[in-house]
């Protein structure tokens, strides 16, 4: 049987940065082309040059990057960055992505097993360097990699984010520790361990909060948030996105979600190790949707993790009504309290920064306030999972 730090090797995952990943600091010169645009992508944003930059690239052969890991998440990287502001960056939107983007794109994410679109993955997970080799993976020593039109502002927005994956390492191990517990039934450990995952969802809210330090919501929602959007559900587009030159999609317009932090495999791992009771419902659909855009390994961890019996260890031990179990319950409830806390702060901070703008002058037709980037409604999809983890605390006998 393996131990926690084996199943989390097995899914590229570690107690020091969690999900995070890596990728390489530059393409090979072949590629410069796209280095040298992806570079330059706030300059051509201001200038208006970018729909022209796009049009003057070779149509490069991805072939030659291999199946390198590091090279493709890289190439992804520059990729959907260029995408993402070729389609949003001018006043009005286009609906067909020119075959030097759109085919090396496609060939590369057939690869990764990932949608054509810039997803948590790039921007978040493989987004970030350390300024110090040595140093540790905090806010104090990270930088963007890549960024788009936002400035300070969105590289701090990127790198709470990151700084919030790093966080929870500790906590993705805590839940493979508390499932493997529970299967073997060991009360005092799992007791031990829900309170170690109860610090852990505290330490990353306290992460997530310093979001307001550098990034302005005015700034994000004018200069960020438009260009971390998709196609799918979004009025801003007819049906999606052509992919000029890909076979596979016929001509057709193909709908993906953009960005989000919903992407994330963080919050679903806490889910499901401590079973949340989410209703089969549409906001549940989106939620499922989002694994999709998750790293394959990411999926494969949660689809482990899926038969966590701690819920049920708990209960049963609550139903048996004996005095020494009380402690693991409120242990149990904790967590989820603190779960449902985490989803109150970030249902907090998605208003501040989206919705307190939905009806004001700078929402438009391509950033709408009421539709997610992900193509959700925002804050119904956020309210709707804060309470089902309320409901899901376990009433004591």
């Known amino acids: 049987m393996q131990n926690t730090d084996q199943i989390l090797q097995t899914h590229g995952i570690s107690r020091a940065s969690g999900f995070l990943s890596e990728s390489a600091d530059c393409l090979p010169d072949k590629f410069a082309a796209w280095e040298d645009l992806a570079g330059s992508l706030t300059a051509c944003l201001t200038n208006g040059s970018i729909r022209q930059a796009v049009d003057k690239l070779p149509l490069l052969d991805s072939s030659g990057l291999g199946e390198d ?7 992804r990287l520059l990729l959907t960055t260029i995408t993402q502001t070729y389609v949003f960056g001018p006043s009005e939107t286009v609906g067909t992505l020119p075959q030097q983007i759109a085919k090396p794109l496609c ?10 679109i810039l997803s948590y993955t790039d921007y978040v997970l493989g987004n970030w360097q350390l300024v110090d080799p040595t140093g540790p993976i905090s806010l104090e020593n990270m930088q963007a990699r890549i960024g788009m039109n936002g400035g300070l502002d969105e590289g701090w927005f990127i790198l709470v984010h990151v700084a919030v994956e790093a966080e929870a390492g500790a906590l993705v191990a805590d839940c493979v520790d508390a499932r493997l517990a529970a299967d073997a039934g060991d009360a005092d450990g799992l007791l031990r361990i829900l309170t170690r995952l109860k610090e852990a969802l505290e330490r990353l809210k306290i992460t997530f909060l310093r979001m307001r330090e550098q990034c302005d919501p005015h700034v994000y929602f004018l200069r960020v948030r438009p260009f971390t959007h998709g196609w799918h559900n979004n009025p801003g587009f007819d049906g999606g996105m052509i992919y000029e030159g890909v076979e596979e999609f016929g001509g057709k317009p193909m709908s993906f979600r953009g960005e989000t932090g919903a992407q994330s495999s963080v919050i679903p791992t806490v889910d499901i190790a401590l079973d949340i009771q989410h209703p089969d419902d549409k906001m549940n659909e989106h ?3 989002m694994r999709d855009y998750m790293p394959r390994e990411h999926r494969r961890f949660l689809d482990w993790m899926s038969t966590s019996s701690i819920r049920e260890f708990v209960s049963s031990r609550n139903e048996a009504n004996e005095d020494s179990d009380s402690r693991l319950l409120n242990a149990y409830n904790a967590c989820c309290e603190c779960l449902r806390d985490f989803r109150t702060t970030h249902m907090k901070i998605a208003h501040e920064y989206v919705f307190a703008h939905r009806d004001t002058a700078i929402d438009s037709t391509a950033n709408p306030a009421s539709v ?4 959700t409604p925002p804050m119904d999809y956020l309210c709707h999972h804060r309470d089902s983890t309320d409901e899901s605390i376990i009433r004591k006998k």
């Open 372 to 375: 997610g980037t992900g193509g």
């Open 287 to 289: 939620l499922d949707a």
């Open 107 to 116: 060939a590369i994410s057939r690869i990764l097993d990932l949608p054509p």
């Open 69 to 75: 890991a590091k090279l493709l998440a890289r190439a």
